[in-house]
């Protein structure tokens, strides 16, 4: 079995700043990371991806998240938002011998001008 | 051809209806998936279907019946169901399984 924490349910942060999402997991086996982005009335997006290999991992628009084994982490990062970055981003795992995909329970960001 | 469509994007329904929701792509994806999104809350797998075969059911009540009637297509009939049921369906799918899931934009259902 595997679970998903995000502790934050929200996060404001104002427009240029930095910011970072938290996600924690727990599995006992290896595991898929993922982060997820869903815009209001929207369906999910992937934003990105920890598969194997190098445990930073960035997506096109200026995320970037950590895989951190020790801390079971994968939290999210960037170094400054923009108001199109409001969103709900949900963190999720994927356990490598089971197509379930287990998703955290969001955390809302809200980008302030 | 990169998205995964759904209709309809909304759906009133009463609870002695019966009705369909459609979802389609044309990856050639072999995996497809329904999840179910309560307001404020994460997504929760309901169904997975792998090669066109019901791989896996996530204990979901009867009164949601899956059907995938070709590699491009996964429907989801509805009856008889409870305002409770009320939610955000969502359609992915993936080249097969564990690959990456592309998700739909869903279908706002309202069970009155």
């Known amino acids: 079995a595997q679970s998903v924490t995000q502790l934050d349910s929200q996060v404001p942060v104002f427009e240029e700043a930095p910011v970072e999402l938290r996600c924690n997991y727990s599995?006992?086996?290896?595991?898929?990371l993922f982060w997820y982005v869903q815009y209001p009335n929207q369906g999910l997006q992937l934003l990105l991806k920890?598969?194997?290999?190098?445990?930073l991992v960035e997506s096109i628009n200026g995320f970037e998240a950590e895989f951190n084994k020790s801390q079971t982490s994968f939290h999210l990062r960037k170094p400054s938002v923009h108001i199109s970055d409001t969103a709900e981003y949900f963190c999720?795992?994927?356990?490598?011998?089971?197509?379930?995909?287990?998703f955290g329970t969001g955390t809302k960001l809200q980008v302030i001008p | 051809d990169t998205e995964v469509t759904q209709t309809p994007k909304h759906l009133v329904m009463g609870m002695t209806n019966k009705k369909s929701l459609k979802c389609e792509q044309h990856?050639?994806?072999?995996?497809m998936y329904w999840y179910k999104q309560k307001a404020k809350k994460p997504p929760e797998l309901m169904f997975v279907?792998?090669?066109?075969?019901?791989?896996i059911n996530e204990s979901v009540p009867s009164r949601f019946s899956p059907e995938c009637p070709n590699s491009s297509l996964l429907n989801l009939h509805l009856h008889a169901l409870q305002p409770e049921d009320s939610a955000l369906y969502l359609c992915?799918?993936?080249?097969?399984?564990?690959?990456?899931?592309?998700f739909g934009p869903g279908t706002r259902l309202t069970v009155l």
């Open positions: 990856m050639g994806h072999r995996a």
């Open positions: 992915a799918s993936s080249q097969d399984l564990l690959y990456r899931q592309f």
């Open positions: 599995s006992s086996v290896s595991v898929y």
């Open positions: 279907y792998s090669y066109e075969k019901l791989s």
């Open positions: 920890y598969l194997s290999g190098s445990t």
């Open positions: 999720a795992v994927s356990d490598r011998g089971y197509q379930k995909v287990t």
